[in-house]
């Protein structure tokens, strides 16, 4: 049997990368897929601790699957407002994003 550590340490490795992924990239694409990383991080600890705290009971993997709806509606959402932004800009580096600007 795999020790709960494992899947944090795993897990924290995951949520870092992802957090890097959003702090150091311009691109928005890239910084998505960061916060997908950091997403399928959180169902990793929320699963888990699910395993190891009450396995009788489907709460972690209810919640799980909670998030990867929220993830795959904001990677809809994301990916639209980045398409929309293209199509407008030319561009999908963050930092010419000023769009709310006069």
């Known amino acids: 049997m795999i020790p709960l550590w494992m899947y944090l340490v795993v897990a924290?490795?995951?949520f870092v990368i992802g957090?890097?992924?959003v702090l150091s990239r311009?691109?928005?694409?890239?910084?998505?897929?960061?916060?997908?990383?950091?997403?399928?991080a959180v169902n990793v600890n929320l699963?888990?601790?699910?395993?190891?705290?009450?396995?009788?009971k489907l709460s972690g993997q209810a919640f799980a699957a909670f998030v990867f709806a929220v993830a795959a509606a904001e990677a809809a959402v994301g990916l639209a407002l980045i398409i929309?932004?293209?199509?407008?800009k030319r561009s999908v580096i963050a930092d010419d994003v000023?769009?709310?600007k006069w």
Do not use: D
């Open 84 to 88: 929309g932004i293209y199509r407008r």
């Open 19 to 21: 957090m890097f992924g």
């Open 12 to 14: 924290a490795g995951l």
């Open 26 to 40: 311009r691109n928005a694409i890239a910084i998505l897929m960061g916060i997908e990383l950091m997403l399928n």
């Open 47 to 56: 699963v888990a601790f699910w395993r190891y705290q009450t396995p009788t």
């Open 98 to 100: 000023n769009l709310l």
